[in-house]
């Protein structure tokens, strides 16, 4: 199915569509979030009366338009008290259209943005509405037989805007929610592909691919075991040493001319973590397909970052391969030494993330960025501390520690800082060696984890995204986030980024 988003500039109840869309605020008595009239506004009393429709943030209605405007239906969603109106309100109600567009086969329908208060510009709730509906759009079907033999449909909603004044600049920011979402499936596709397609390989064709398709202003290099072995990458080589499937360390670059900055984007790029010779229990295992999805959320970036054109360099490094217990696999007590020089003792093969990323942070501290972010699927801790939900942010610089939680605050991605405190430096230490990948502690995991990596980046300003929490939804109850993967990071990166 395709979704297509305009911007509308005649009138809304003039125009011939499906469906037309229209938001509902919560109030003693519920208020349509525009000034409709005359035989419109009675009908629409009526049909909320008799449903005892209330406006509750997500609920829906469905009545006729009796021929008070040119749409053949009238879908009225519930937007909930005005005080606590945000672009989520706005991203739900979005996916909410889309998937009532979708299971109502209908080919066209016009939203008609609320008319809010005067701290949201109108480009922003469109912006916000359109990037719900193209996120609420995303199935992974692929392996679905019946819905495969579906013909595709074209899709289109139309946004009507009250003043026509801005319609080129909704215009802008519908296509360039757009780039956010689709960046975002971009990465759910990869998490949800099955592990023994999405292999190391599968990733590094995805990366080869993406610079393909640049046109030359995205390079890539891809390294096999015997360059990562030239280079001195002991850590991540003795993860992928149980691995049937061969290892790549991958490095994608955009240049855009005349930047100032440079940034490093690093994502854990285990494409399945059975736990390694420390097996993981069945029930632990069933989803360690997604433990590559900060490097999905790396290359979701990648596979749009032209159209993004952000003004900065960008680096995306990702060190791929399996935690598997095979012959040849690390062991506990074994001694690697990283790119960096460090060494580092195996106190548990299921803590491979660090140790892979141990090689990719000291690979991107060498590119002497003004920053390096870390996206992984690292800790089972910090999704006892924050939820599922919540991504776990830690950084050893305050600014740029800031600067993510604003970017994560505008996509409604949410993240929660923990500290990186000295105190418990003495958990990570080695009895043989200057690093130790586990504790043997049941207590911070997230933090040591993250104290670990802080080893790797040669102190340069660095942020760590703890996300096994959020890259994946259990269930469906986020109207934009279906069960699977879920592209979390794609779209605070982007915001971060421009
Ligand atoms: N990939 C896991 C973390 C994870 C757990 C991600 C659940 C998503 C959902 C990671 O490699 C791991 O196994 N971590 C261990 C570390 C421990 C052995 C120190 C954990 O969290 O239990
Ligand atoms: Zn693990
Ligand atoms: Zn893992």
Redesign the pocket.
């Known amino acids: 199915m395709t979704l297509k988003l305009k911007a509308l500039k005649n009138n809304p109840f003039k125009t011939k569509a499906d469906i037309l869309i229209l938001g509902v605020w919560n109030e003693k008595k519920p208020r349509v979030a525009y000034n409709v009239k005359g035989q419109l506004a009675a009908l629409l009393t009526e049909e909320m009366e008799d449903a005892g429709f209330k406006g509750s943030e997500g609920e829906i209605l469905v009545c006729g338009s009796a021929g008070t405007v040119f749409a053949k239906k009238i879908f009225l969603i519930g937007l909930g008290e005005v005080k606590n109106f945000g672009a989520e309100t706005m991203r739900r109600t979005g996916a909410l259209s889309a998937k009532n567009l979708k299971m109502k086969k209908a080919s066209s329908a016009i939203y008609v943005l609320p008319e809010v208060s005067k701290n949201y510009q109108t480009t922003q709730v469109a912006a916000a509405f359109a990037e719900g509906a193209y996120l609420g759009n995303y199935k992974f079907s692929k392996y679905k037989s019946e819905e495969n033999k579906k013909q595709t449909r074209e899709q289109e909603i139309l946004v009507a805007v009250k003043s026509v004044a801005n319609l080129k600049q909704i215009e802008t920011s519908i296509s360039r929610a757009r780039l956010r979402a689709d960046a975002t499936c971009y990465a759910r596709d990869l998490v949800n592909e099955p592990a023994s397609i999405c292999v190391p390989k599968h990733l590094a064709e995805h990366a080869l691919e993406i610079a393909k398709e640049s046109k030359g202003k995205v390079s890539v290099k891809v390294f096999n075991r015997e360059e990562c072995k030239k280079r001195g990458m002991g850590a991540f080589l003795s993860v992928a040493a149980g691995a049937g499937e061969e290892p790549y360390f991958i490095h994608l670059s955009y240049k855009p001319k005349g930047a100032k900055k440079k940034i490093a984007l690093v994502g ?1 790029g ?1 494409t399945f ?1 059975s ?1 390694g010779l ?1 097996i ?1 229990p069945g029930e ?1 295992m069933a ?2 397909k ?2 590559m999805a900060g490097a999905a959320a790396v290359l979701g970036v990648f596979s749009k970052i032209v159209e993004i054109s952000p003004k900065v360099e960008v680096h995306g490094i990702i060190a791929a391969t399996e ?1 598997m217990p095979g012959p040849g696999a690390y062991k506990p007590g074994d001694i690697f030494r990283a790119m960096n020089g460090k060494t580092i003792e195996i ?2 093969t ?4 660090r140790v892979t990323l141990a090689d990719s942070l000291s690979y991107a501290a060498r590119l002497k960025p003004e920053a390096i972010i870390d996206l992984a ?7 006892v501390a924050l939820g599922e939900e919540v991504g776990g942010l830690m950084s050893n610089n305050g600014l740029l520690a800031e600067k993510l939680k604003e970017a994560a605050a505008q996509s409604g991605e949410k993240i929660w800082e923990l500290p990186l405190i000295r105190e418990y430096h003495h958990l990570i230490r080695g009895a043989h060696a200057d690093v130790k ?3 043997g502690s049941r207590y911070g ?1 997230a933090i040591t ?1 993250g104290l670990f990596l802080e080893e790797f980046v040669n102190n340069i300003p660095w942020a760590h995204l703890d996300i ?2 959020p ?2 939804a259990e269930r469906d109850t986020n109207p934009y986030m279906p069960l699977g993967g879920t592209g979390f990071g794609v779209r605070m990166l982007i915001n971060f980024l421009i």
Not at 350 to 353: F, L, R
Not at 377 to 383: D, E, F, I, R, V
Request: a negative charge; one cysteine or more.
């Open positions: 854990k285990i973590d736990g420390q993981k632990s989803t360690m997604l433990d935690n106190g548990h299921d803590a491979e993330g699927t690292l800790t089972g801790a910090c999704m990948n586990s504790s995991g984890a096994a929490g890259a994946w």
